[in-house]
Every structure is written in structure tokens, then in C-alpha cells.
């Protein structure tokens, strides 16, 4: 049968304590064991004696104050419970609804919106530099062009198309791979690194330096792919799709984006390549003999006529620069520059 006990606070605390004298200790033990709500309030007494910090020298104790602490502490447990509960609750009804914004919605907007690509050409006697939308650097050499999408997104990947000579510096992405595509011809893949891609259409070789880190070169059409490290330069042939590597002049390869030409025993009908593309005239060897005439230069803020006259003061040959003609459709004729040997 269930006993109501009404015992003083302070009784109860002398017996917590151990002052109370044996005989009145087992009454109060006795009392205890019939009465569970004085069971309670000794356990309640007796956990806020613990949290006060009470010392055996304090007598006066503030009972009403402490135990409103209590109060107070259970009161926070409480809610914090039941805050948890709503939490658990809510993270059960929105994480459902996140996995499909994010592995549903998103892609098929992707799938839905077309993508805009972009266009950077570089004119005659220019070097363009732009920035892809995941922050990697493009260097654009002179009669160059590059594509590419406004974003960058899980379904495209890093892709971009290149017409002729660029400077690529990859921002690192390991989960999502870089590749430069010439249309219908070759496909060089990074993951971050600095590479040279010159691959003019119609030439007879396309060649990759590598500046820094790994790059893989593989033809469009024909199985196989070359792996370069720093130092090493791919050769592909578009014909035939076949490739080789060999040891790179780095330097050489890629100061033409610090406005630098470079030619290092080159030989005439190489240089005249890269002068006619750089300042947009058509060059034309009258003879044979000058292909094998082979010049070692750097040439950096040079105009076309100089650097014309520097190649006749080394070797037996004259050149002549027709001027532009006016078409019709209010547009103008490349420049011709005949080179001729001396007779």
C-alpha cells in the first residue's frame, strides 16, 4: 500500500550527509522502502545536493532556489528531446526530397537547357588569353580559335575544340578529366597540367608539349595512346593517324605566349609557316634551295619587315610585300610576300 510522507528537506539532507544517528537512520530507511514519492525526493534532494557542490560546513541552504536549477535542467532535457524528435522527423522528409533535386532535377535540367558555347578567336599579330568557366588559363597563338560551353557540367565534362596553336594551363580536378579536341582528329586528355597543342588544319603534323605533369594523346580514329611526362612532346599525324614522342624544346614551344618567336635551327619554309600566321600574309618560297636554309633566332617585338630583313643579312635572298587589294564586298586581300634567291 502506497504511504504519503511529508519529512522536512533539511531532515532529508542530515541523513544524506550521515548525521542522522543509526536508530533514526534505519526509521527513515524503513520509511523510504513504503513511500516511493519519498523515494523521489530523496533522489531529487540528493542530486541537487551533488550539482550545489555542498560542503559539510555549509548549514543554510536555499531549498526553493535549487530547486527551481532543477527544475530548469529538466525542463531543457525535455525540450531538447523533443527538438530532436522534429529534427529526426524533418531530415526523414527532406533528405528524400534533396537525393532528388540533386541526382533528378539538376541533371535533367542539364539535359533540358541547351548549352551555349563560346567562341575566342585570336587575329593576326595577336595572343589572347581567356579563362574557362572551371578557372583554367588558355593562351590563344595568332589565327587561332577555341570553343567551349558557358559551364562545365557532369554530363559534358571538361571538353573544348581547338583550331590551331594554344597554351593550356588545367585547373586540378581528379574526378573530372580535361580534354582538348581537335574535330575529328586528336584528343589530348589532362586531369591538371600545362601543355602546348599547335595543330593548324592542313598541316602535315600536329604536335603536344608537355610543361608540367601527364598528358595522354590519342587519335580519333586509330587505337592506341601516348602517355607524356614534362619534357616530352607528342607527334601525330593526321593522316594516317599514327603518333610518336620525343624529347621537347619546352622553351621553345611555348614562349610565342610571352610574345616571343623562338627557332632554334629551323629551317626557311618552318619560320615562313609561323610568320605568315602571325601577322596574316601569305608567304610564298620561289625556290626549292631556300627550304633548306636553316636559321637559329628570337624575335619579340619585331615587325614583319624586320624581321624579313634579319633573314636576308644571314643568307643569299631577297623578298618582296605586295600591297592589299580592295574586293568588292568592302573587304581587303591578304598581304603576299615573295622570297627569292639571290642571284
Known amino acids: 500500500m502506497k504511504e504519503s510522507v511529508n519529512i522536512d528537506e533539511l531532515y532529508i539532507l542530515m541523513y544524506l550527509k550521515g548525521k542522522l544517528p543509526d536508530e533514526e537512520r534505519q526509521m527513515f530507511e524503513q520509511q523510504m522502502n513504503l513511500s516511493a514519492d519519498l523515494r523521489q525526493t530523496v533522489a531529487d534532494l540528493s542530486r541537487l545536493w551533488r550539482l550545489s557542490g555542498l560542503r559539510s560546513e555549509q548549514r543554510n541552504i ?10 530548469r535542467k529538466v525542463a531543457r532535457s525535455l525540450f531538447l528531446g523533443k527538438a530532436w524528435n522534429v529534427t529526426r522527423t524533418a531530415a526523414a522528409v527532406l533528405l528524400p526530397l534533396w537525393l532528388i533535386y540533386q541526382y533528378v532535377w539538376i541533371p535533367w535540367q542539364e539535359r533540358s537547357q541547351p548549352e551555349a558555347t563560346l567562341t575566342v578567336t585570336a587575329s593576326p599579330g595577336m595572343v589572347v588569353q581567356t579563362t574557362l568557366p572551371d578557372g583554367s588559363q588558355v593562351w590563344l ?71 608540367r605533369g601527364n598528358v595522354d594523346v590519342s587519335s580519333v580514329e586509330t587505337p592506341g595512346m601516348l602517355t607524356l611526362d614534362a619534357g616530352q612532346k607528342a607527334l601525330f ?38 610568320l605568315s600566321r602571325k601577322f596574316g600574309v601569305t608567304i610564298r618560297l620561289e625556290d626549292d634551295k631556300l627550304k633548306d636554309y636553316v636559321y637559329t633566332a628570337t624575335f619579340t617585338d619585331e615587325s614583319l619587315e624586320d624581321i624579313l630583313d634579319l633573314l636576308k643579312r644571314s643568307a643569299p635572298l631577297t623578298y618582296t610585300i605586295s600591297g592589299q587589294r580592295q574586293l568588292g564586298n568592302h573587304t581587303y586581300t591578304r598581304r603576299t610576300v615573295t622570297i627569292k634567291t639571290m642571284h
Open 62 to 71: 536555499d531549498t526553493p532556489a535549487a530547486w527551481r536549477i532543477v527544475s
Open 141 to 211: 597563338n595568332a589565327g587561332s580559335s577555341l570553343s567551349y560551353p558557358s559551364r562545365f557540367t557532369r554530363r559534358g565534362g571538361r571538353k573544348v575544340r581547338l583550331t590551331g596553336e594554344a597554351y593550356f594551363k588545367v585547373t586540378s580536378d581528379r574526378k573530372n578529366h580535361f580534354d582538348v579536341l581537335i574535330p575529328g582528329q586528336m584528343k589530348v586528355s589532362a586531369y591538371g597540367t600545362e601543355f602546348n597543342v599547335c595543330a593548324h588544319p592542313g598541316d602535315s603534323c600536329y604536335e603536344v608539349t608537355l610543361a
Open 237 to 274: 599525324h593526321p593522316e594516317s593517324g599514327t603518333m610518336s614522342k620525343q624529347p621537347a624544346d619546352t622553351y621553345a614551344d611555348t614562349a610565342w605566349k610571352d610574345g616571343k618567336m623562338v627557332f632554334r635551327r629551323r629551317h626557311l619554309d618552318h619560320i615562313a609557316e609561323k
